[in-house]
């Protein structure tokens, strides 16, 4: 997929958006039954928070997912080769139109929750903790489902509740393995916002989230009796050389792409205290929006450690991972997002494109995609995701889960490019 990025033609007023109703159904009787849904909403989030499980250990989670789906009309729970996560159809009124797909995410993270003893839906499991607001993820794509088995869209639609987007390896391309998004006609996703003002939607056309790369470069030099270091080829000289020549990049490459380098971790073999290790290790991390930048720093990081490890007579390997795609939106789909909120009446935010990522860019090379904000802020201390404080207005659930269920319920839709990697 080419990655576009937003021009200013896209830093539109709400002139540029249509004032007619664009969904099938009256948008005000699609957002008075989402309200209607609040407190089973808040219900269920608060049921998800109070049992957080990490990446892939999803069990409980999937299971109750499974059981509340298994109460909404018309929604078909689809059978995946993995162990947790879930995939469910609900079938359209005009089949042949196509499948949308509505996805999630669903793990936890390792960190302890800071509630007092006492409160009402504290996590339960030390040191695990929803503190990047998967909990609402899950409850806002349960009740996109229970809004469209009541206003039932022309086209189908598939939820995706996917596991492990909190680590590396990550779940994204497993679902992808498993076919969940073959056949569909795009995919939307979204993620709760603790950096924009409550009730917000936010958009961006264009790469919106940062992809990652990490390189482990392993040297392997010479020990020697600390009583004769010249005899010695020792690693951490020629690591340390190597991280402070790769942070020097940042002030060389200048891309038109925002982009960072990141050393993670350093460390030599233990040995005798009166002996030089013979190996070491270091972990660098890039962030970037365009993949052709992450090209050429990893060349330039590679010429570094070449350059070094020769200086010194030491050899050297080096690991590579893809951790993260950018999440690129689709600028042709922007204009969904804009003109569903305008009728539904939610305050539009042009969001800012950030080096934070998310494995929904995965998505991106297999199938159109759009990610969108809800936004949660509601005082200038508004604790962020990833903080062991987090946490947000459940008023936002039924006002979310109308406008991602709004995404299927358009009377037409935007030409979209295929897209391939």
Avoid at 73 to 86: A, D, Q, S, Y
């Amino acid at each position: 997929m080419k990655y576009l990025v937003a021009g200013c033609a896209v830093i539109l007023s709400l002139a540029g958006v249509a004032a007619e109703n664009p969904l099938i159904y009256p948008p005000a009787d699609v957002l008075v039954y989402a309200k209607t849904l609040e407190p089973r909403l808040r219900e269920i989030r608060r049921d998800f928070h109070r049992h957080p499980e990490l990446a892939f250990e999803e069990v409980w989670t999937t299971a109750k997912i499974k059981e509340i789906l298994s109460t909404v009309p018309g929604v078909e729970i689809r059978e995946i080769p993995l162990k947790t996560g879930v995939v469910a159809e609900l079938k359209g009124r005009k089949p042949e139109l196509g499948t949308i797909g509505l996805r999630c995410d669903i793990d936890a993270l390792p960190i302890r929750e800071e509630k007092p003893d006492g409160h009402t839906y504290k996590s339960e499991i030390p040191g695990k903790m929803h503190a990047c607001g998967h909990d609402g993820h899950i409850t806002i794509n349960l009740g996109a489902a229970m809004v469209l088995s009541k206003f039932r869209p022309e086209y189908g639609v598939r939820f995706i509740f996917q596991p492990a987007e909190e680590t590396i390896p990550c779940g994204a391309p497993k679902m992808i393995e498993a076919g969940v998004v073959d056949g569909l006609a795009m995919l939307w996703g979204f993620h709760i916002n603790a950096t924009s003002d409550f009730g917000n939607v936010g958009w961006y056309d264009g790469i919106v989230m940062a992809g990652g790369y990490t390189l482990t470069i392993d040297v392997k030099g010479k020990s020697a009796h600390t009583a004769y270091p010249e005899y010695s080829v020792n690693p951490i000289v020629i690591l340390s050389r190597v991280a402070v020549a790769i942070d020097g990049l940042k002030q060389t490459i200048r891309a038109t792409q925002p982009y960072s380098i990141s050393m993670m971790d350093l460390r030599c073999e233990n040995v005798a205290h009166s002996a030089s290790p013979a190996t070491g290790r270091l972990i660098v991390k890039t962030r970037y929006h365009e993949p052709e930048v992450n090209v050429h720093l990893v060349k330039k990081i590679k010429e570094i450690v070449k350059m070094e490890c020769d200086l010194y007579g030491a050899t050297f390997e080096i690991g590579e991972e893809q951790g993260l795609e950018p999440t690129c939106n689709l600028p042709e789909m922007g204009p969904v997002v804009r003109e569903n909120a305008v009728a539904f009446g939610l305050p539009l935010e042009h969001i800012f494109a950030s080096m934070g990522g998310d494995d929904f860019g995965f998505y991106g090379w297999k199938v159109p995609s759009y990610y969108m904000t809800f936004g949660l802020r509601t005082s200038p201390d508004f604790p962020i995701a990833h903080t062991s404080k987090f946490d947000f207005d459940e008023k936002v659930l039924p006002s979310a889960a109308a406008m991602f269920a709004s995404c299927a319920l358009r009377r037409t839709y935007p030409a979209l490019p295929k897209v391939s990697k």
